[in-house]
């Protein structure tokens, strides 16, 4: 048989532990026996990281961008045990998925992967949700303040052009606490390109929430900039048959928990962080849920929203078979492969891609998964719990039959 070609290399970043294991298997078995694969690889395993001063992070972001689309493994943000753990390391260095995102800009798509046997939490969903978070200010880039007597709290910004505003905060009779937050125009508006497009791209309706009725001023511009930036992108959507929507915060949730799913919910930077643990946990499994971050210029970079999964990997160190699942991981594959074939005009990489998803689902709905899911499985079928290998197995022969 001959193999899938492609004409433009994926940008491929290695990573660590349990996920880089599991990145060899699925590269070796589900994909390089059909496709001709091409990557640009970079090793943003911890110690290569290290020795090249992290420059490896930063060259892999700035080929992303060249080439336009990425696929990344899980990765080690070392933190004080892991310095002791790794005595090598001459600096603790940053997240590499901070870094990448600081290079490459854009905003980040988390989407559960659903299969009919692990129920929901909440009954009435039937499609995944995705949350789209704003990356990029509020109360991450916040500065807080500690006073202990009474006085008086002010607001002052000096422009460039000698212009001052100033408004007070708040009087106080007493102890206080302050904070002040920020956010920029410009990245306001490409989180709502970033959105637009992908609800586009996925032809599902986005949601927008805020809570403009308590913050006039500040959220009030997200949602300005949301209702501006709309009108560029409204035609698409109706030709598509897709609605912008924008509603509070408080009646988002209300509105998320008796939906059916199947919308993008783009949310502030807080609310983002909060609101796609609960949809995550509430859909079942982290080791299900994609995550891929999308530029204003449409790059892309595809991964596994969990992480290295450090605790199967001591156990895969000292010879055990763990049972780790590989879903999320090959899911940002086949989603990186797949834009690749679109945007290079492959229709047979595209497909290739649609079915190796294919063959997860075949396999996890003949009752063959990895323990994580085995544990919440509600079906009347007999279900087998089986080990990393065995299920990537289990895929290849699935997918060799497709
Ligand atoms: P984690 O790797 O996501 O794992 C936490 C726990 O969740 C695991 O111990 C496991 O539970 C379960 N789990 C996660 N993924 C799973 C999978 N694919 N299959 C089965 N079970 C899975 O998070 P962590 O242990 O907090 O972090 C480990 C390392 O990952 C850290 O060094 C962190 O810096 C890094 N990290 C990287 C990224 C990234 O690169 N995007 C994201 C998050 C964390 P049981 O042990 O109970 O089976
Ligand atoms: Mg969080």
């Given at each position: ?108 798509f988390r989407t559960p992967?659903t ?5 929901p939490?909440v009954?009435t969903w039937k499609k995944p949700i995705t949350i789209a ?69 996925q032809?599902q309706d986005?949601w ?44 988002a949730i209300?509105r998320t928990i008796?939906s059916e799913g199947g919308y993008i919910w783009a949310c ?7 609101m796609s643990?609960m949809i995550s946990?509430a859909f ?5 849920m ?113």
């Amino acid at each position: 048989m001959e193999k899938i070609k492609m004409t433009t290399p994926l940008v491929e970043m290695d990573g660590d532990e349990m996920t880089r294991i599991i990145w060899t298997m699925v590269k070796d078995k589900l994909i390089c026996p059909y496709v001709d694969l091409k990557t640009e690889y970079y090793d943003l395993g911890l110690l290569h990281r290290n020795e090249t001063k992290d420059q490896v992070t930063v060259d892999s972001a700035k080929a992303a961008l060249k080439y336009g689309v990425a696929v990344k493994c899980a990765t080690i943000t070392p933190n004080k045990q892991r310095m002791e753990e790794y005595p090598e390391l001459t600096e603790q260095w940053k997240s590499p998925n901070g870094t990448i995102r600081s290079i490459m800009g854009g905003t980040v798509f988390r989407t559960p992967i659903t299969v009919d046997f692990i129920k929901p939490t909440v009954r009435t969903w039937k499609k995944p949700i995705t949350i789209a978070r704003h990356a990029y200010g509020d109360v991450y880039k916040a500065v807080d303040l500690k006073t202990d007597e009474p006085g008086e709290c002010f607001l002052t910004f000096k422009g460039e052009s000698g212009e001052e505003k100033t408004i007070s905060v708040q009087k106080v009779k007493g102890p206080a606490v302050w904070l002040a937050q920020h956010n920029l125009d410009d990245s306001i508006r490409s989180f709502a390109h970033a959105c637009f497009m992908y609800a586009i791209d996925q032809k599902q309706d986005l949601w927008f929430s805020s809570k403009d009725t308590i913050s006039k001023i500040y959220d009030g511009e997200f949602k300005a900039v949301f209702e501006e930036v709309f009108e560029e992108y409204k035609d698409r959507f109706e030709e598509l048959g897709i609605t912008y929507f924008y509603t509070l915060i408080d009646d988002a949730i209300a509105r998320t928990i008796r939906s059916e799913g199947g919308y993008i919910w783009a949310c502030k930077n807080y609310d983002g962080d909060v609101m796609s643990d609960m949809i995550s946990t509430a859909f079942g499994s982290l080791a299900m849920m994609t995550s891929v971050l999308v530029t204003p210029n449409g790059e892309y970079e595809y991964e596994a929203a969990h992480g290295t999964v450090t605790r199967h990997y001591y156990r895969y160190l000292k010879g055990e078979k763990t049972s780790t699942n590989p879903v999320a991981t090959i899911f940002a594959w086949s989603g990186a492969l797949r834009k690749r074939g679109e945007l290079d005009g492959l229709a047979d990489l595209m497909s290739f891609a649609d079915d190796l998803e294919k063959a997860v689902f075949d396999t996890l709905y003949a009752g063959v998964m990895t323990g994580d899911l085995a544990r919440i499985a509600e079906t009347d079928q007999e279900v087998e719990a089986v080990t990393t290998e065995e299920f990537i197995d289990v895929i290849a022969q699935r997918l060799a039959e497709r």
